[in-house]
């Protein structure tokens, strides 16, 4: 059924804002059941007519009809009211004499403004973030707690002698992580992203009380397997969320608040054991301080809306008004759900499964996914912060306290300056200027160990050259990966694409962690930094070919135009 038909016709177009403006004015009006006649010659255009009355206008002198419109802007609006595809459904149908635009009443005519004005927010987003980053908070303490608390509990638990058991303590974790990344998308897609947060909450805080009061090693390693699995959901959740919920002008910067977090978290546990050494029993405390925010996180999000996208994707199309009315005012509802109508979310395709995303229709897009997580464990972060103390002692500086409170104050200072710069700059240069950065650190580290006119200076430039590289990495190879790929995946795959690629950073970082030492000790640690320079300078490359900038757009947009280029 059509409300109404829209003739337009007339002279040249004097710009392509003019005319696409015009298009959606007539569009409203042939919404609300009118007919609507538009001529475009010079700066003229006729309003629109009575609603009883049929009128058609033949071709101007000189000009064409819609369907003959050489500006590009009625090719824009063509294509824009045609990928409508769960709300209007109109196409120009041409005619040797005048065009016809004819419109679908799926779409109240309020939701299709005539031009997207942007309205200031008096919505309150920053406390749903915040409360999401307790995730992210949680993910950092309990990779790190361990580091400190680990030749403490290995007396308290007989296994002082036994290294591989104390390997096991460490890396349960990261195995659990893997599991937690790849449950976590299908959880979300499933009860979506606040019910999943809630659900994260009880192995991260059993975890954390298992470990903090095991008797054996046993309880200490289901307790690091629980808590694993806690932080691997969290590691795919948290960026998916405060994706989704963040306003398009600031939500750069508010994704990178993910990774900053995840360093604030660490440099917690760090913290957390400077009492040891006075009181060797606190690490009992250290793990059951973790219980804490993770009680914190299910009581938050019980009370936080939950992502207008998931909900509207779900077809609850009054819940996800209400959403977006608490996270960015009543003034930008018809903003927002316009947007949504318009990615096309509410199609009746059924929820993708795994297989999906290696289809062609998705395949290229997650493959970016997954190598930027590739690329930035590849590149050797891990390694160089596991190796940093032997470096820093090879330097002089004999505290492993000094020595990890050093690379966590980089981390930490240099994803602020990558927040402050996520909106402005562009997440794609970041990712460029990061990966040269690292690639031109780990040049340096590699010649401090083997050039013998700077055999003098080895110490002072593996130190410049380790603060330089973490620096480089926290400017946009750590944070921008966990924030562009919610930008860059579509809504139907958003979450089990973000877990698949999630999937891939803890698998990769637990074999890294687990040869790391095996291969410096065949081939040298400036061999492998030579070939850490190498993967950043593949990084760069493939950056450049392959990665869209997501700035200051929407992720609807953002969604239309892959789906176009794919």
């Known amino acids: 059924m059509y409300r109404g038909v829209i003739f337009c016709g007339g002279g040249g177009v004097r710009s392509q804002e003019q005319s696409l403006t015009s298009v959606k004015r007539m569009m409203r009006c042939a919404l609300k059941g009118g007919v609507c006649v538009a001529s475009w010659g010079g700066d003229r255009r006729s309003p629109a007519v009575n609603p009883s009355s049929s009128v058609r206008m033949p071709t101007g002198n000189g000009g064409g009809c819609c369907s003959g419109l050489r500006s590009r802007a009625a090719d824009l609006a063509g294509v824009e009211m045609a990928s409508l595809r769960g709300g209007v459904g109109g196409l120009f149908r041409s005619s040797p004499r005048y065009g016809r635009l004819q419109a679908t009443a799926a779409v109240d005519p309020e939701d299709v403004p005539s031009e997207k004005v942007q309205v200031k927010s008096s919505g309150h987003v920053l406390p749903y973030v915040g409360v999401a980053c307790l995730g992210a908070i949680l993910f950092g303490y309990h990779l790190g707690v361990v580091n400190g608390a680990l030749e403490y509990l290995s007396k308290d638990l007989g296994i002082a002698e036994n290294a591989v058991l104390q390997g096991w303590v460490v890396s349960t974790s990261l195995a659990g992580a893997t599991v937690g990344s790849f449950t976590g998308g299908s959880l979300a897609d499933k009860f979506g992203r606040t019910r999943t947060f809630i659900l994260d909450a009880a192995p991260l805080a059993l975890g954390a009380f298992l470990s903090a009061t095991a008797q054996d090693v046993r309880t200490m390693i289901i307790g690091r397997l629980l808590a694993g699995i806690g932080i691997g959901i969290s590691s795919a959740l ?37 009492p040891l050494a006075a009181n060797p029993a606190w690490w009992r405390t250290m793990f059951g301080i973790a219980v804490v925010p993770s ?27 209400s959403a977006v009315k608490r996270l960015y005012g009543k003034e930008k509802v018809t903003e927002v759900m316009y947007d949504l109508r318009a990615s096309g979310q509410s ?23 997954a190598a930027l997580f590739l690329f930035q464990q590849l590149a050797g972060i891990n390694a ?6 032997s470096v820093f002692r090879s330097a002089g500086i004999a505290s492993d306290v000094a020595a990890s409170a050093l690379v966590g104050a980089a981390n930490v200072f240099g994803t602020i300056i990558a927040s402050s710069l996520m909106d402005k700059q562009g997440r794609k240069s970041l990712l460029i200027t990061s990966f040269s950065g690292m690639g031109a650190s780990m040049l340096l580290l590699a010649l401090s160990f083997t050039w013998k006119a700077l055999a003098p200076y080895s110490g002072t430039l593996a130190v410049v050259g380790t603060v330089l590289y973490v620096l480089s990495f926290a400017l946009g190879a750590g944070p921008v990966p966990a924030l562009l790929l919610p930008e860059i995946f579509a809504s139907r795959i958003r979450a089990k694409a973000v877990a698949l690629s999630l999937g891939m950073h803890w698998v990769s970082n637990f074999f890294i962690g687990l040869y790391f030492l095996s291969v410096v000790n065949k081939f040298g640690i400036s061999t492998v930094y ?9 990084a760069v490359l493939y950056i450049a070919g392959n990665v869209v900038e997501t700035k200051g757009r929407s992720l609807e947009e953002i969604e239309r135009e892959l789906s176009v280029v794919d």
């Open 347 to 369: 199609s009746s395709e059924p929820e993708a499964g795994w297989f999906d995303l290696f289809s062609n229709r998705y395949w290229k897009v997650v493959s970016v996914g």
């Open 238 to 274: 948290v960026p998916l969320y405060i994706s989704e919920i963040s306003p398009t002008e600031i939500r750069g910067t508010l994704g990178s608040v993910n990774q900053l977090f995840i360093c604030i978290g660490i440099l917690a546990a760090l913290l957390a054991g400077l």
């Open 384 to 389: 160089v912060v596991y190796y940093s103390t």
């Open 530 to 538: 030579l070939g850490f320079a190498s993967v950043c300078a593949l």
């Open 295 to 321: 009680i914190l996180l299910a009581v938050g999000m019980a009370f936080s809306p939950e992502s207008p996208r998931w909900l509207f994707q779900q077809g609850k199309v009054t819940q996800a008004e």
